[in-house]
């Protein structure tokens, strides 16, 4: 380690600043501000900038490391890894500790997979501040605009956000308007049961006042999938638990919320008594629900055609 | 799904269904009295009602 007590050379400083910054830049933009609040602000929003910054400084931090022959200190890559890995941990625990005290549970399904967008959010960042300073590293070593340094950070900035709108693209989750419809459902009370357009949800209203506030207030929805291959994702218990957990963020919930398929034709029926009886808002949340990514199924890598099941 | 479901108490008008057991169990004259205990009882127990085909109801918490 003869290089440990020089100082930085100048260029490596900025090479090192303009990376981290770009990357820091990058994750406060995917950091998302949408109807579902997540991360929370001001204090969820600050930690995700926060640990997105590090993953940032330590992506910049590799060509200066690799360039003064300080091969040991590549290592601490592995420690990069094991913060990503903290931050989906402590993501999964605090959602995990949040889900007694919520309307309705978020399901360890979605957990799973909020925790994991996190964390590859951060390898985002690390990998576009990387890429910024390679650019920066080539464009120097090969002496091309040697003489305009501020030329030469914004051919680097540019690189690192080309880097991040592929990966972004790459990343992409989808939603569930681009697979399902959603129309609203007929509420029936039959007795102590509870149907929508003929399906039946639950017989678990035998109260009369129940039965009341369910057809005064209550909301149903029914979800249609385009295709037949999408009830696979669609009828999974942890894709409509992250449906239903997204509707009652938003609108809230008095009493009762149930989720239930119609095993014949794939209907699904989410219905439950909202604070804000609203189902133009109810609507909208369900389409853009999330399509969590470890239920979703590619029909294109299964292989053949998909049928229903009893028709051949 | 893996919701756990326990039932917490049977109410019942008719004397020969209530044979004791773990449920608590009640039985009472009438479903108006029956509307008015299962009502009671799901309120402090913070629990749903079930009323079954055949008349009886349970307090279920799930």
């Known amino acids: ?312 | 799904m893996g919701a756990e479901v326990s039932i917490l108490a049977l109410v019942t008008t008719d004397k020969s269904r209530y044979l004791g057991g773990d449920p608590l169990a009640f039985l009472v004259k009438d479903e108006e009295e029956m509307e008015q205990l299962t009502f009671s009882l799901a309120r402090a127990l913070m629990a749903d009602v079930v009323q079954l085909r055949t008349g009886e109801c349970l307090v279920i918490k799930r």
């Not at chain 1, 003489?147 to 989750?173: E, H, P, Q, R």
Request: aromatic share 10%; proline share 3%; net charge positive.
């Open chain 1, 1 to 312: 380690m003869e290089n440990n007590n020089d100082v930085i050379s100048p260029e490596f400083l900025l090479l090192i600043i303009t990376a981290t910054v770009v990357g820091t830049i990058v994750r406060s933009l995917s950091i998302k501000q949408d109807y579902r609040q997540y991360p929370n602000y001001p204090n969820g929003t600050l930690i995700h900038l926060v640990t997105g910054a590090i993953a940032s400084a330590l992506g910049a931090f590799i060509i200066p490391t690799l360039m003064t022959k300080n091969f040991t200190a590549v290592t601490f890559l592995t420690l990069a890894l094991q913060q990503f890995r903290e931050v989906r941990k402590v993501e999964r625990e605090s959602l995990m500790d949040l889900e007694k005290n919520e309307f309705t549970k978020r399901g360890n399904t979605y957990i799973d997979g909020i925790s994991k967008t996190f964390e590859s959010r951060n390898y985002i960042s690390l990998l576009v501040s990387f890429a910024t300073a390679l650019t920066m590293q080539l464009l120097n070593v090969y002496e091309i605009l040697t003489d305009y340094t501020f030329i030469t950070i914004i051919v680097s900035a540019a690189v690192g956000f080309i880097v991040y709108f592929l990966l972004k693209n790459f990343t992409k989750g989808r939603k569930v308007k681009d697979i399902a419809t959603v129309r609203e459902g007929k509420i029936e009370i039959k007795g102590s049961e509870l149907h929508v357009e003929g399906i039946f949800v639950t017989n678990l209203i035998g109260l009369k006042i129940g039965q009341r506030l369910f057809e005064e207030e209550g909301l149903a929805a029914i979800i249609e999938p385009n295709e037949i291959h999408y009830r696979i994702t669609l009828e999974h218990f942890g894709q409509r638990q992250a449906m239903l957990f997204e509707s009652t963020r938003v609108l809230g919930l008095k009493r009762y919320n149930y989720t239930f398929q119609n095993l014949r034709d794939g209907r699904i029926v989410i219905a439950f008594i909202p604070i804000i009886k609203d189902f133009d808002l109810f609507k909208e949340c369900l389409l853009n629900a999330p399509l969590i990514e470890s239920v979703k199924k590619s029909p294109r890598l299964m292989g053949g055609t998909v049928k229903a099941g009893g028709q051949q």
